[in-house]
């Protein structure tokens, strides 16, 4: 079991997408990342641990590589198309079967904004506990969240950001839908974030990973109880 999600954080470090993949040219003909993570649903290891100790492994490491610039641009795509090959089948291993939802979910990653792995994550996880989610994909300008509001009342916004320099256009995003809709909730992520600089652009809450999304909109919106 050890063996097959250590092969899965390597196939999504090498950016091994399927067996028909033809890149890397040394894995040709080999299992990728979609036939490993399909075989360890089967053999029962649980989605969360294929997740945390495969596939997020794998893309931490050539993270590393790349802030290190050991690695280029077009070996991080190739990782994180491997990754998001796993994503419907994980998520269908999330889902609960749950039919009455818990409320409308928004998310986008914020203009200027082109990564999406963690926000799909994000997607994933609370579809997987009952939200309905409307996913505006990335690059996603404040009139486009301000739009999906309004077709949408009622609904929670959550918002990512990976680079420092699109933080500031999640400032402007909350603040637009914040002052047409001074009661929505807001939730943010994304790895240059914190909670302090939440709290200055006026968002509800910084959440470090998916899972602390669903458990303060939980304890918000006294969800678990229901
Ligand atoms: Co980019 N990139 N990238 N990149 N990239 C980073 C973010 C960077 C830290 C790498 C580095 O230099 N060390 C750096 C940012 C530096 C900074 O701003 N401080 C960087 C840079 C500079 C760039 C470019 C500018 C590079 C260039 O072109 N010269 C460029 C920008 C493009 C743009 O967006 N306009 C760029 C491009 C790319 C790729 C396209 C190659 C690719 C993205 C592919 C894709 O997403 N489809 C890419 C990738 C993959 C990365 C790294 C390697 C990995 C990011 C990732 O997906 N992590 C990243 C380095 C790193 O993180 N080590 C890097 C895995 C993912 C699961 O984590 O997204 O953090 P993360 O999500 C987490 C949490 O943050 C949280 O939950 C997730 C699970 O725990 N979370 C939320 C995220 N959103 C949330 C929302 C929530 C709640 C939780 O509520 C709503």
Not at 15 to 26: A, C, E, L, Q, R
Not at 35 to 42: T, Y
Not at 167 to 185: C, F, Q, T, W, Y
Request: include cysteine; hydrophobic fraction near 40%.
């Amino acid at each position: 079991m050890e063996n097959l999600i250590s092969r899965i954080a390597m196939c999504v470090e090498r950016g091994k997408i399927n067996k028909n993949s033809p890149y890397p040219k040394d894995m040709l003909g080999e299992d990728g990342v979609e036939e490993l993570v399909q075989q360890a649903l089967a053999m029962g290891i649980p989605a969360g641990k294929i997740l945390e100790e495969g596939l997020m492994r794998g893309m931490s490491v050539i993270g590393k590589k790349f802030s290190k610039n050991e690695v280029f641009v077009p070996d991080v795509l190739m990782s994180a198309r491997a990754m998001n090959i796993a994503m419907p089948y994980l998520k269908s291993a999330f889902e609960t079967g749950e039919t009455k939802h818990k409320g409308v979910f928004i998310i986008g990653t914020v203009q200027g904004d082109l990564h999406d792995i963690g926000k799909n994550l994000v997607r994933m996880m609370m579809e997987g506990v009952g939200w309905k989610v409307i996913d505006l994909g990335v690059d996603t300008p404040p009139e486009k969240f301000l739009q999906a509001v309004k077709e949408n009342p009622g609904a929670v916004v959550g918002m990512s950001a990976l680079l420092t320099t699109t933080m500031i256009n999640m400032g402007r995003a909350v603040k637009v839908l914040k002052d047409e809709n001074p009661n929505i909730i807001i939730v943010v992520g994304g790895a240059p974030l914190t909670q302090d600089f939440c709290d200055k652009i006026g968002a509800d809450k910084y959440c470090p990973d998916p899972q602390a999304c669903i458990e303060y909109l939980d304890e918000k919106l006294n969800l678990s109880r229901n």
